[in-house]
């Protein structure tokens, strides 16, 4: 199982990033996914999640209305598209999968809002 994360970087309060997380070696299309966020000296939170289909998806109070997640099976690719981004959003930003027995994540994605 591997997962990678892309898209983060540098973005001024209000600007929008999309972040990416390829997946490979599983059947993609089975799982749910999830995007999580650490700052620093902070726990590791959870952002959103979408079913396997992309039929359902959940969100964190603080980051409703500004992101949203995405999923394409064809690609095995899901994203989360990060608009008014704020300072508070700063953070590594990681996806998971969570399968029955174990959890994968990936490296992470550096996210910084700051002007």
């Known amino acids: 199982v591997q997962l990678v994360e892309s898209g983060g970087g540098l973005v001024q309060p209000g600007g929008s990033l999309r972040l990416s997380c390829a997946a490979s070696?599983?059947?993609?299309?089975?799982?749910?996914m999830s995007w999580y966020r650490q700052a620093p000296g902070k726990e590791r939170e959870l952002v959103a999640a979408?079913?396997?289909?992309?039929?359902?998806?959940d969100y964190a109070d603080s980051i409703q209305g500004r992101f949203t997640i995405s999923r394409d099976n064809s690609k095995n690719t899901v994203y989360l598209q990060m608009n008014s981004l704020k300072p508070e959003d700063t953070a590594v930003y990681y996806c998971?999968?969570?399968?029955?027995?174990?959890?994968?994540w990936g490296q992470g994605t550096q996210v910084t809002v700051s002007s």
């Open positions: 979408i079913s396997s289909t992309g039929g359902s998806r």
């Open positions: 070696g599983f059947t993609f299309s089975s799982y749910g």
């Open positions: 998971k999968v969570r399968f029955i027995l174990n959890s994968y």
